[in-house]
Nanobody, 125 residues
């Protein structure tokens, strides 16, 4: 499956962005999905995860209450709604997926098989 992330950009602190991850090649309904981010000089970190049918979600403490992950399997898309953005949210954001036959989500990068190319999010103060 090929993943394409989009929706990044430049926004002022307190603003919002909505990232999208669109899949091609296979239907996303068999994949648990996640979002990660990587700031300059830092390791890639977990942001949010969602089970393959979207019944359960999990968030990093740093984004809980501000970000919302969702999916539309009919449109082969996973989204990340980001509100109340702060300068520390500045990073390249990646979507990731892995095949799943259970209602599990995954929070470490090495658990994911497929990655999108990343989309830059910059939050100015």
């Amino acid at each position: 499956v090929q993943l394409q992330a989009s929706g990044g950009g430049l926004v002022q602190a307190g603003g919002s962005l909505r990232l999208s991850c669109t899949a091609s090649g296979r239907t996303l309904s068999s994949y648990a999905m996640g979002w990660f981010r990587q700031a300059p000089g830092k390791e890639r970190e977990f942001v949010a995860a969602i089970t393959r049918v979207g019944r359960r979600t999990l968030y990093a403490d740093s984004v809980k209450g501000r970000f919302t992950i969702s999916r539309d399997n009919a449109k082969n898309t996973v989204s990340l709604q980001m509100n109340s953005l702060q300068p520390e949210d500045t990073a390249v954001y990646f979507c990731a997926g892995r095949s799943s036959v259970t209602g599990a989500y995954y929070i470490t990068a090495n658990e994911y098989t497929y990655w999108g190319q990343g989309t830059q999010v910059t939050v100015s103060s």
